[in-house]
């Protein structure tokens, strides 16, 4: 059972950065999967921030977040990172870390392990 721990979220000033981690757990193939991120703040449905191919080669970046965000992902410690920086208050959110069997996707419907979910919260 493939298992997705968030953490690095917290309370942040505009402008300021955080770096997301998601370790994964549950069986080595996880190293093949494409990997995620998504966030969902209040009132406003799930959506795509960034997503990373198994290898790393590849990246797809919302172009909300392009140029302040960057997905990598270490596959010897299993684990994928979102570095943001520049942060907005519209960055505010549940920030979700997701795998996928499927090649680089940004379709929430093609992933098929979730983590719980880590909160980043941006203040004025």
């Known amino acids: 059972q493939v298992q997705l721990v968030e953490s690095g979220g917290g309370l942040v000033q505009a402008g300021g950065s955080l770096r997301l981690s998601c370790a994964a757990s549950g069986g080595t193939f996880i190293r093949r999967y494409t990997m995620g991120w998504f966030r969902q703040a209040p009132g406003k449905e799930r959506e795509f921030v960034a997503a990373i191919n198994w290898s790393g080669g590849s990246t797809d970046h919302a172009d909300s977040v392009k140029g302040r965000f960057t997905i990598s992902r270490d596959n010897a410690e299993n684990t994928v990172y979102l570095q943001m920086n520049s942060l907005k208050l519209e960055d505010t959110a549940v920030y979700y870390c997701?795998?996928?069997?499927?090649?680089?996707?940004?379709?929430?419907?093609?992933?098929?392990?979730w983590g719980q979910g880590t909160q980043v919260t941006v203040s004025s």
């Open positions: 997701a795998g996928a069997r499927s090649p680089l996707t940004p379709w929430a419907s093609q992933y098929d392990y």
